[in-house]
């Protein structure tokens, strides 16, 4: 086989979906990971000759997840692919408010998805893969919010922020290893998605800096999807990426 096997979660929309989109080709093996299927994405993938999973799956169910992950990379062959990596693109924008003001549920899920869900595939992802002897990259979607304070989104800071910090650890760890996998956690800038569009229509008496994230459409500062994906797959491809734990796709 010479196929690479990609795993992205988060993949039904926004920047994920056109990762994905980016990703199908006849020498990849492309598993999506997300709450819901997406039935162009796999219409596209027949179209293109690429093996395509979708699993339709709430990442905040963590510990099952990683189970899953786990078990399904277990019964792969050894050689059926040449190389790995993981993406871990997901990520949950909790309520726009101070912390004070926060809903338990809604941050804990936003926790859940955005930290605690890396943190087990990528451990369940390097667990099997490691006796494979093949080259293996785990690539976390971060922000530039994890590395700049912002009122009224402490729970999405701090999840962005302990996913570089966890990333730095983890390449220590790889980098102990024969084969260790090369890691990163890229901030991919600032993005026209459903996102941006919670942050500009969030109540301002709440939200201090909303209309910085007006300015941003209005000024034509934030560029598209697949703009985006196209510079991700671009940094995941550089010959030094792992180098640095820490990137964004601007530098």
């Avoid at 019964?75 to 059926?80: E, F, V």
């Avoid at 893969?129 to 080259?135: A, H, K, S, V």
Wanted: proline content about 5%; charged content about 20%; hydrophobic content about 45%.
């Amino acid at each position: 086989m010479t196929q690479h096997l990609y795993i992205l979660t988060g993949a039904s929309r926004g920047l994920g979906l056109a990762m994905a989109e980016q990703l199908l080709s006849g020498n990849h093996f492309v598993l999506c990971i997300s709450r819901n299927t997406n039935a162009a994405l796999a219409s596209r993938a027949a179209r293109l000759d690429t093996k395509l999973e979708q699993w339709p799956l709430d990442l905040e169910h963590t510990v099952e997840a990683a189970a899953m992950l786990g078990q399904w990379l277990s019964n792969r062959k050894t050689g059926m692919f040449t190389g790995a990596t993981l993406i871990n693109n997901a990520g949950v924008l909790p309520r726009i408010g101070p912390l004070s003001a926060s809903d338990p549920i809604d941050l804990s899920r936003a926790l859940r998805v955005g930290l605690e869900a890396p943190l087990l595939l990528t451990a369940a992802f390097l667990r099997v893969t490691d006796p494979w002897g093949i080259p293996r990259k785990v690539l976390n979607i971060s922000s530039g919010l994890g590395r700049r304070a912002l009122a009224a989104q402490a729970g999405y800071c701090a999840v962005k922020a302990g996913m570089d910090h966890f990333t730095r650890c983890l390449a220590l760890d790889e980098a102990l290893k024969p084969n260790g996998a090369k890691v990163c956690s890229l901030a991919p800038g600032v993005i026209d998605t459903d996102m941006q569009l919670q942050l500009r229509h969030a109540d301002a008496s709440a939200f201090p800096d909303q209309k910085n994230f007006i300015d941003l459409k209005v000024n034509g500062q934030l560029a598209s999807p697949v703009e985006t994906a196209s510079h991700v797959r671009a940094y995941l491809a550089r010959p030094d990426f792992g180098r640095d734990p820490i990137g964004d796709v601007r530098d």
